[in-house]
């Protein structure tokens, strides 16, 4: 198992069709990525499988898919105008700029030692740097600490080109606020009883700092979240119920157990009572890192809502007789971040007969391509007998058909995009109406009849 760095992943990613950089023929725009072809159906495929968890297995969660833009106040309620924050420091030489909290936690972790930085403010980061003589990584002095706002600020529908203040709109930071403000519209139609559920998938925006780390962190991403709605006095049993049925769907997608731990968080915002982070060893960032957030939020998203619109959002609960705002519990994952770990854990490189095997073992629910149709020449009547293989699979399955270089060449490009099997149609097929069927992760072959191909495959997926 080798171990590739960040660029290495980057360049694997890119050269495959996975992930291309952003604007590269302009020299590129720091912290976006587009997604290639093999990039969309993997991103698709973890994009089902959460959605089939958390809402298609379910009896309590709804779907929903809330605009980007919010009207303005939703983001003076939820107090992200006011204190959604980094805190930024810059090297006074280069003027390479940082995120505080991660250049001191980087200064103690090569000292072998562990600092607490959750939540710290501005102040008492200058403190810390000022006692410990903490230098850029390039050994220049550092500007002081500063709050640095994520939130990115435009104009919709100013008609004179310029900017305006007052009709300033974000695009959302954070899905879960369209949830927020979609509660009443979801009560009044679909009339859940509490507890339960709003799920949706979508883009948020981030004014990030540093954007130096692939798709780990960019200033527009996807995150998939889940607010959960319930009486306070089911929050205990309902945030561990979640907690566990969030790291058990890590586990059923093929991610090792010593790889994924929980974190708890030591400092909690003003409104949580719980919060722990889903955090993954990513061999590509050396360490373990947060890829899901599962947080404790009292009442006040609701309440801040209800608040600043004037509107009772308020539920009466029959069974207990009893008027209330409900609490919320979230789980909120990032999917380009889940995509940076599967692939992470997928990476493989192997040794096979003297040579560099490189192959993704990816579960195969989530493998871009399933099947790989490979006639062993491009010729009659290897080529009809493929064509028609490849209509027929391609009903049930996502298929590929590839008849171009060596059988070894076209192997290895399979591999590399971890799909899980090819089927080899040989000279023999033309008499035995059978073809070979090579499985991904064992190499070994199977001699299948093509008229059992598709319940052959039914069982494999
Ligand atoms: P971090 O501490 O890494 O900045 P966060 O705690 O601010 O993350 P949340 O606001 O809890 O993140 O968002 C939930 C999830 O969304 C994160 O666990 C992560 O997977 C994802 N996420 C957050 N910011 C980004 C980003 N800039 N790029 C990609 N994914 C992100």
């Given amino acids: 198992m080798a171990k590739l760095t960040l660029d290495q992943m980057a360049s ?6 996975f992930v291309y950089p952003s604007s590269e023929i302009y020299g590129g725009f720091a912290a976006v990525y587009d997604y290639g072809h093999y ?8 994009e089902s499988m959460w959605f089939k968890s958390m809402v298609q297995d379910r009896d309590d969660v709804y779907a929903l898919d809330s605009g980007i833009f919010m009207h303005p106040l939703t983001w003076k309620a939820s107090g992200h105008l006011d204190s959604f924050n980094d805190v930024l420091i810059e090297d006074k030489v280069t003027h390479k700029r940082f995120r505080a909290d991660h250049l001191i936690e980087e200064y103690f972790e090569k000292k072998g030692e562990k600092v ?6 501005p102040e008492e980061m200058t403190k810390i740097i000022i006692e410990n003589k903490i230098l850029s990584p390039d050994g220049n002095e550092l500007t002081a600490p500063r709050n640095f706002s994520l939130m990115i600020k435009t104009n919709l529908g100013v008609t004179d080109g310029s900017f305006s203040d007052e009709n300033a709109v974000y695009p959302r930071a954070e899905t879960c606020q369209g949830i927020y403000l979609d509660y009443k519209a979801v009560m009044d139609s679909l009339r859940p009883k509490l507890p339960f559920g709003i799920a949706q998938i979508g883009k948020a925006f981030r004014n990030e700092i540093v954007a130096r780390q692939f798709i ?11 607010q959960y709605f319930l009486h306070p006095s089911e929050m205990d049993s309902k945030y561990e119920e979640w907690k566990q049925y969030r790291h058990k769907w890590f586990i059923e997608m093929g991610i090792p157990e010593d790889k994924i731990r929980f974190k708890e968080h030591t400092k909690l915002a003003h409104y949580a009572s719980k919060a722990f982070d889903l955090e993954y060893n990513f061999d590509i960032l050396g360490g373990f890192k947060e890829v899901e957030g599962i947080h404790a939020r009292g009442d006040w998203d609701l309440s801040q809502h209800q608040k600043f619109s004037g509107v009772d959002l308020t539920y009466f609960d029959q069974e207990r007789n009893e008027k209330y705002l409900p609490n919320i519990m979230e789980t909120s994952v990032g999917l380009n971040r889940l995509f940076l770990m599967f692939l992470d854990n997928a990476y493989t490189e192997e040794e096979v007969n003297g040579e560099k095997r490189i192959v993704l073992k990816l579960d195969k629910r989530l493998a871009p391509v399933k099947i790989s149709i490979l006639p062993l020449s491009k010729k009659e009547p290897l080529s009809t007998i493929a064509h028609e293989i490849k209509n027929t699979l391609r009903k049930t399955f996502f298929v590929e058909y590839d008849e171009t270089q060596s059988i070894g060449k076209r192997y290895r490009r399979a591999d590399e995009i971890g799909t899980p099997y090819c089927i080899t149609v040989d000279f023999e097929t033309v008499n035995d109406k059978k073809v070979t069927v090579r499985d991904r992760d064992s190499m070994k072959q199977d001699r299948v009849e093509i008229d059992k191909l598709e319940e052959y495959f039914k069982g494999k997926f």
Avoid at 39 to 46: D, E, P
Avoid at 116 to 121: A, L, N, Q, R, T
């Fill in 216 to 226: 780990f962190r960019t200033r527009e991403f996807e995150q998939m979240e889940m």
């Fill in 39 to 46: 990039g969309i159906l993997l991103k698709k495929n973890i």
């Fill in 116 to 121: 607490d930085m959750d939540k710290k403010s």
């Fill in 12 to 17: 694997f990613t890119k050269s495959r069709g």
